[in-house]
């Protein structure tokens, strides 16, 4: 089981952290990512960290988005930074290891002012 928090709304080029608690799964082993899904359209990767740590971004949010692990907790972190009105969205965690992959309910993100 995925549980997302810290989704809200925020000004624009405000901050949000986002976390994703896992239960369920040995945690340690797999892949973490952020998805998000805005009205209308489809749902897309923004951010993805290995088992080992390594992390991968979407051009559009490199330089403004951190994706981290605390393997102790279980638990994965969105940091968001200099957020723009076009980050609005439902930001979906996602785990996944061989075949097996998970998703939480979802958060909502919206930057307006």
């Known amino acids: 089981q995925l549980v997302e928090s810290g989704g809200g709304l925020v000004q624009p080029g405000g901050s949000l952290r986002l976390s994703c608690g896992a239960s369920?799964?040995?945690?340690?082993?797999?892949?973490m990512a952020w998805y998000r899904q805005a009205p209308g359209k489809q749902r897309d990767l923004v951010a993805s960290i290995t088992s080992t740590g390594n992390t991968n971004y979407v051009d559009s949010v490199k330089g403004r988005f951190t994706i981290s692990r605390d393997n102790a907790k279980n638990t994965v972190y969105l940091q968001m930074s200099s957020l723009k009105p076009e980050d609005t969205a439902v930001y979906y965690c996602?785990?996944?290891?061989?075949?097996?992959?998970?998703w939480g309910q979802g958060t909502q993100v919206t930057v307006s002012s």
């Open positions: 369920g799964i040995s945690f340690s082993l797999y892949a």
């Open positions: 996602n785990a996944r290891r061989l075949i097996a992959t998970f």
